[in-house]
C-alpha cells in the first residue's frame, strides 16, 4: 500500500433507445463538485462529498476494487480501516456496519448513502442497509468518513458514514459479469458445500443533447451455512435426561454453549436459499454546463426459504424429528424444540425513487435540491412452529408484514467556494443546509392456519411514526495560510407520532395501547484544526457532538 505524504501525515495524526442511441466520439450534501489508492486518508474525495469535510476519509476507486472479490455490494467496504460489515453468507440481507466505537448490532450508528441517497434502514434495531439498491458495475468509488465531525451529517454519523458513487457514462457503455462461489463448511453434523451465483448488468450512455441514463440489472442466487442449531443444555439439576429411554439415534453433538454449559445439538437451522432481483434505472439531463438534473428508480424483489438439516437418524436411517430420543448417555424430549426445527419463507418487495438538482460552479455559491423516497411495497415473512416435515404440508403459523413501511428524506442546500488563493477575499467556504426525514413502521402479525398462504386474525400489531428536521451551518475557515479551522453547528427537532401497539394476548381492555406524541431537540457543535506544519505534514485534531435519536422500532415495539 502507498500512501502520499499528506495522507501518510493525516493517517498518523489521528485514527431500449435512449441506451442504444448513438454517442460520438451525497452523502448528504452533493452543492459542490469537486483517486486514490487503497486504504489511504486523503484529501481527495468524491464528487458526491463535501470538498471541506474535517473527517478522515478512506477511499477506494472502480480501479481498486478490481483487485477484490465484490460478489455483493457491501464487500466494497471489507478492507477499510477501523470498518466492518457483518455478512455471514453470501446473499445475507443483514449486511449490518460495525466501526471503531460501536459493534455491529448497533446500526443506528452508521450512515450509507448511494449516490447521496440513504440506503440505511432506520427503520428496526437491527435492520441493516439496502446494499441490494447498488448494482455492482457501476460502482465508481467508496469512501468512508469516519465520526461526527461534519454538521452536515446527522447524528447517526457518530460511528461511520459509507458512500457508494456510481458512474456517470461518459459515452456508450456496456459491462456485465457472472460470479460463482463455492463454500465448503463442516461444523457439527453439517458437511456439505452451499453455493451461490451473481449475475449483474449495465448499459449506460450520454448523448450530445446533454442527456444520460444507465440501466443496471442483478440477480442473485445463493444458499447460506446453518445460522444457528437445534440444542438443548443441561439443566439447573445438572443432568440430561435419563439414558434409554425413547428412540435410540446417532448425530448428536456434545459440546459447551458459550457460558460453558454442557450441550447437545440436534440439527443445523436457518440454511437460507436467497433470490434477489435489483433494477436501477438513472436518467440525467445537464441543463447547462453549470446546472444539473438527474432522476432514479430502483426495485429489489427478494425471496428467502429457510430450511432445516437434522442430525439425528434411527436404526432404519430416518430421520427422527419429534418425540424421546437417546444416544445411549442421555434422552432428550425433541418436542419442546419443535420451534428449532421449523422452516420459514420470506417475501420482499422494495423501491427507492430519487431525484436531484445541483448547480456546478467552481467557484462561489452552489445550491441543490435532493429527495428520495423509499417504499417498502410488500414484505411477508411466514413462519410456524411444527417440524418441517409436517410444516411442509401446511399447519397453523404467523404471517409478519411490514408493508407500507418506509422513510422520505429531502436535503436544501448552499453552498460557497472560494477563489483557490485569494487567501484574502475568500478564506471562508461555507456550507448551509436544512434537512428533513420521514420514517414510517407499520408491523402486523397475524394468524394462520396455513402458514405457506393464508391469513386470518389479527394476532399483534405495532406501529408508528418519527421525523427529523435539521438546521445546519459549516465553515471552513483559513486562519493563516497554512491552518485551516472548520466550524460547524447541527440543530436537530425530533419528533416521535401515531404510535400504537395491539396483543391479543393481553385481557381485552389492555390489548390497544396508543403512544403520546413526544419532541426533543439537539444541538451538535463541531470543531476541526488542521495545521500544514510542512509540505509534507498536517496535523489536525477534531472534536464533535452527535445525538443519535430513536427510530420507530425502538419507540414502539
Not at 452533493?30 to 486514490?36: E, F, K, N, P, S
Not at 459447551?256 to 440525467?284: C, E, K, P, Y
Not at 430421520?319 to 432428550?332: C, K, L, M, Q, Y
Amino acid at each position: 500500500m502507498c500512501l502520499n505524504p499528506i495522507s501518510r501525515a493525516v493517517a498518523l495524526a489521528f485514527p431500449v433507445y435512449f441506451f442504444l442511441a448513438a454517442a460520438p466520439a451525497m452523502a448528504q450534501g452533493v452543492a459542490t463538485d469537486a483517486q486514490l489508492k487503497p486504504v489511504t486518508v486523503v484529501e481527495s474525495r468524491s464528487a458526491a462529498l463535501d470538498p471541506n469535510l474535517p473527517s478522515n476519509t478512506a477511499s477506494k476507486t472502480a480501479q481498486d476494487l478490481e483487485t477484490q472479490n465484490i460478489f455483493n455490494a457491501e464487500d466494497a467496504f471489507r478492507y477499510m480501516p477501523s470498518t466492518t460489515v457483518r455478512k455471514r453468507y453470501f446473499g445475507d440481507r443483514n449486511g449490518n456496519i460495525g466501526g471503531r466505537s460501536f459493534g455491529v448490532l448497533e446500526p443506528g450508528r452508521a450512515l450509507v448513502y448511494l449516490d447521496g441517497y440513504l440506503i440505511s434502514q432506520f427503520l428496526g434495531r437491527f435492520d441493516a442497509p439496502r446494499w441490494q439498491m447498488v448494482n455492482n458495475e457501476s460502482i465508481e468509488r467508496v469512501d468512508v468518513l469516519y465520526g461526527p465531525f461534519s454538521a452536515i451529517y446527522p447524528g447517526n454519523s457518530i460511528g461511520t458514514t459509507l458512500s457508494i458513487t456510481e458512474r456517470k457514462p461518459k459515452g456508450l457503455e456496456a459491462s456485465a459479469s457472472i460470479k460463482y462461489n463455492q463454500q465448503a463448511f463442516k461444523e457439527y453434523g453439517t458437511n456439505d458445500s452451499f453455493e451461490g451465483t451473481m449475475t449483474s448488468a449495465r448499459v449506460a450512455n450520454r448523448l450530445e443533447s446533454g442527456w444520460w441514463g444507465s440501466l443496471g440489472l442483478q440477480h442473485q442466487d445463493a444458499f447460506g451455512h446453518p445460522m444457528g442449531y437445534a440444542n438443548t443444555t443441561r439443566g439447573t439439576a445438572g443432568q440430561f435426561g435419563a439414558a434409554g429411554a425413547g428412540t435410540a439415534v446417532t448425530g448428536i453433538t456434545r459440546d459447551r454453549d458459550a457460558n460453558g454449559v454442557d450441550r447437545a445439538i440436534f440439527a443445523g437451522n436457518n440454511i437460507d436459499h436467497s433470490v434477489q432481483d435489483t433494477v436501477n434505472l438513472r436518467v440525467g439531463y445537464e441543463i447547462s454546463p453549470t446546472q444539473e438534473i438527474e432522476g432514479r428508480l430502483s426495485s429489489w424483489i427478494g425471496k428467502s426459504t429457510v430450511r432445516v438439516q437434522n442430525y439425528l437418524r434411527d436404526a432404519t436411517g430416518a430421520a427422527v424429528w419429534s418425540g424421546t430420543v437417546n444416544d445411549g448417555v442421555n434422552s432428550f424430549n425433541l418436542n419442546s424444540l419443535a420451534s428449532s426445527f421449523a422452516p420459514s419463507l420470506r417475501d420482499e418487495e422494495n423501491r427507492q425513487l430519487g431525484f436531484t438538482w445541483k448547480t456546478k460552479n467552481a467557484t462561489g455559491w452552489n445550491a441543490s435540491v435532493l429527495a428520495t423516497q423509499y417504499d417498502v411495497l410488500s414484505d411477508i415473512n411466514r413462519s410456524t412452529s411444527l417440524i418441517q416435515p409436517t410444516a411442509d404440508n401446511g399447519g397453523v403459523g404467523l404471517a409478519t408484514r411490514r408493508d407500507g413501511t418506509g422513510w422520505k428524506t429531502v436535503e436544501v442546500q448552499t453552498t460557497y467556494t472560494p477563489v483557490q488563493g485569494d487567501f484574502g477575499n475568500g478564506r471562508h467556504a461555507l456550507t448551509f443546509g436544512v434537512h428533513r426525514n420521514h420514517y414510517t413502521l407499520i408491523n402486523s402479525v397475524r394468524d394462520a392456519t396455513d402458514w405457506r398462504s393464508n391469513e386470518t386474525t389479527q394476532n399483534q400489531r405495532y406501529s408508528g411514526e418519527t421525523e427529523i428536521t435539521a438546521l445546519y451551518a459549516q465553515d471552513a475557515w483559513k486562519v493563516v495560510p497554512n491552518v485551516v479551522a472548520t466550524l460547524g453547528l447541527r440543530l436537530e427537532a425530533f419528533r416521535q407520532m401515531n404510535g400504537q401497539q395491539f396483543d391479543k394476548s393481553l385481557p381485552l381492555a389492555n390489548q390497544n395501547k396508543t403512544f403520546d406524541d413526544r419532541d426533543l431537540t439537539s444541538a451538535s457543535p463541531k470543531l476541526s484544526v488542521a495545521w500544514a506544519a510542512r509540505d509534507d505534514l498536517i496535523v489536525k485534531t477534531s472534536f464533535g457532538q452527535g445525538t443519535r435519536f430513536p427510530n420507530v422500532d425502538e419507540m414502539f415495539n
